[in-house]
């Protein structure tokens, strides 16, 4: 019933950016947390940020000052910006999605991802 509809991932080289983008649809209320992780092959998938309605953020030590995520509450859209892109940030990144920030981190929805690529 619930849908998470990704897009914006591609192949970039070093220092270049991506906007990616997550669109919700089906679910009965509007989320209060949204987010991202991503997965490179071979290590765990790891949060990337997320975001609550009200604006409060959280980002991975390793993207702050480069990825901005943001939130349209009334649509259940998020997006992540990223910005000087380096190539530990390749992998398969995930929107994810849940009524409040407990629910996102243990049993959320979840897309099906898209394909983050930074070359050298």
């Known amino acids: 019933q619930v849908q998470l509809a990704e897009s914006g991932g591609g192949l970039v080289q070093a220092g270049g950016s991506l906007r990616l983008s997550c669109v919700a649809s089906g679910s009965r209320h509007s989320f209060n947390a949204m987010g991202w992780y991503r997965q490179a092959p071979g290590k765990e998938r790891e949060l990337v940020a997320y975001i609550l309605t009200g604006g409060i953020t959280n980002y991975a030590d390793s993207v702050k000052g480069r990825f901005t995520i943001s939130k349209e509450n009334a649509r259940n859209t998020v997006y992540l910006q990223m910005n000087s892109l380096k190539p530990e940030d390749t992998g398969v990144y995930y929107c994810?999605?849940?009524?409040?920030?407990?629910?996102?981190?243990?049993?959320?929805?979840w897309g099906q991802g898209t394909q983050v690529t930074v070359s050298s």
């Open positions: 994810a999605a849940g009524l409040n920030r407990q629910i996102m981190a243990h049993s959320p929805y």
